[in-house]
């Protein structure tokens, strides 16, 4: 999603020949860092992998279908096959610019669905590539590093193989997302729907649902690890595998709960899910625009300079379609902005989660209440009272591990003012207190953090996080900035 790369966001300075390199770092005022090991493509191979499996077991499964004469499964099996391949190698082809060069061959491959394939290939013959001979140029990438509280800035040497390793990065990054929310999560809904209908379980079937699952938890993570590297542009941004670990969980839950609550709503009332399913499209497809006109922004202009006005129009329309598609199922982590270079705004609205987050629990609660009244007879030997509460506090968890990973496991969480103990603290007390002001105690979280600081020189922020504010001195004016803060966007 849009001009950024997940893993590592390259800011292209400029060519530094290597006497002004080492007088800067003998000023102490950055670090020298010379990048001779390159990283291998592991997401790379995954989204390949992930494209592959759910491909041939998207057509393995069709041709069952056809062999048992289900025309309504198969047709929209091949759909959901087919829709997000073409749009995976529209986008390879666009970010690769193939058309402006002699690459038949590629091209023909990317005809039969296979661009991802030499995609990777090609990836795989850069990385072993790489070191054996001498780069013929680098350029300089300034970063500042987060490690043991310390905010150390340095230059990154950045070499033409690790650069042509970002851009493959940067692309499957991309499609790895179009493959989650365009293809995946619209395939596992529909292939758990089958399933339920038919009251049996095909393992073909069963293997493409789990395949689908994985891919979108994994569009999903780079969604969030996306969010995180654009707001911090200026930061070395590396998370522990903690950190994706909680990840994990909460995006699986948030989505595995969201779409069996449309599956079991859409077997009791079929035709309304489609109403359910095209408001929420609808919504977030108009929401960016309709900022867009009230801002009375102008579209960017830097997307691609061959484009005219109809052409980026289009361009950012399929780009909020995405965004929509990704906000049916799950918190998107990111808000667009249309008339930014980027596409994505960088301030993060705490007003916005908070709102998405209780309006999607409370819409799961009525789907799953109205499945509960109108259930058919296939369910008299399913316990729907325990299924409906294990799908609500399924859906809790996901929320809480959501506020544990900004507590916690958040790389950047050094770099926030008040962290979710703060924050809910000072909502409860408000509450509690009805209005009346009290002495509060301060808060003896210091890990994380939930609303961003004011930019301040680097010489005034102290490494460890140590000058905490005084909650209990001014309760007044930090209550107030608090709930500033999470109502923003409301």
């Known amino acids: 999603m849009c001009e950024v790369s997940v893993e590592e966001q390259e800011r292209e300075i400029s060519d530094i020949d290597p006497q002004e390199r080492s007088s800067v770092a003998e000023n102490g ?4 860092v010379n990048h001779g090991r390159v990283h291998a493509p592991l997401s790379v191979v995954l989204a390949t992998a992930l494209y592959c499996a759910e491909l041939v077991t998207a057509a393995v499964l069709c041709s ?7 025309v309504t499964w198969m047709s929209l099996t091949i759909v959901f096959m087919l829709l997000p391949a073409v749009l995976i190698q ?3 082809t666009f970010i690769h610019r193939d058309l402006g060069r002699d690459r038949p061959l590629v091209l023909f491959l990317h005809l039969l669905l296979l661009g991802p394939v030499i995609r990777c290939f090609e990836a795989l013959v850069v990385y072993f590539k790489a070191g054996k001979k001498e780069e013929p140029y680098v350029t300089i990438s300034r970063k500042i590093s987060l490690k043991k509280g310390q905010k150390t800035p340095m230059e990154l040497e950045i070499g033409q193989s690790e650069r042509n390793l970002a851009t493959h990065r940067n692309a499957f990054k991309r499609t790895a997302v179009i493959q989650a929310f365009l293809g995946s999560t619209p395939q596992l809904t529909l292939q758990l729907y089958a399933t339920i209908q038919e009251k049996y379980i095909l393992p073909t079937r069963l293997a493409l649902m789990i395949i689908t699952l994985i891919s979108i938890i994994y569009g999903a993570l780079v969604c969030s690890v996306l969010a995180i590297q654009i707001r911090y542009d200026d930061y070395k941004v590396r998370l522990r595998p903690v950190a994706y670990l909680c990840m994990i969980v909460w995006r699986g839950l948030e989505i595995a709960t969201r779409v069996t609550a449309l599956v079991l709503f859409s077997t009791a009332l079929t035709h309304w899910v489609i109403l359910v399913g095209m408001a929420n499209l609808l919504f977030f497809f108009f929401l960016p625009w309709v900022e867009f006109w009230a801002r009375k922004g102008s579209l960017t202009e830097n997307i691609e300079k061959n484009f005219s006005k109809l052409g980026t129009t289009v361009v950012l329309c399929m780009f909020t379609l995405l965004y929509a598609c990704i906000n049916v199922f799950c918190w998107s982590a990111v808000q667009l902005d249309l008339s930014h270079r980027e596409l994505i705004e960088r301030k993060q609205h ?11 629990f409370v819409e799961n609660f009525l789907l799953i209440t109205l499945w509960y009244f109108f259930k058919s007879d296939f ?3 399913v316990c729907a009272p325990l299924l409906c509460v294990q799908l609500l506090v399924g859906y809790s ?26 924050c809910l603290h000072c909502v409860c007390c408000r509450k509690g207190s009805g209005g009346r002001r009290g002495r509060v105690p301060p808060s003896y979280s210091t890990a994380a953090t939930m609303v961003l600081a004011p930019e301040e020189p680097l010489e005034l922020l ?9 909650v209990s001195g001014q309760l007044g004016e930090q209550e107030t900035a608090i709930l500033e803060d999470i109502m923003e966007a409301a």
């Open 64 to 70: 069952m279908y056809h062999k048992t004469d289900d």
């Open 462 to 470: 102290d490494s460890q996080n140590s000058h905490q504010p005084n």
């Open 90 to 92: 529209l986008a390879l």
């Open 379 to 381: 369910f008299e030997y």
């Open 397 to 422: 968890l996901a929320v809480l591990f959501m506020l544990l990973f900004y507590q916690f496991c958040h790389p950047c969480r050094r770099l926030f003012k008040y962290n979710v103990h703060d």
């Open 350 to 360: 705490w007003g916005r989660l908070a709102i998405y987050y209780c309006g999607r």
């Open 29 to 32: 005022v950055l670090l020298v």
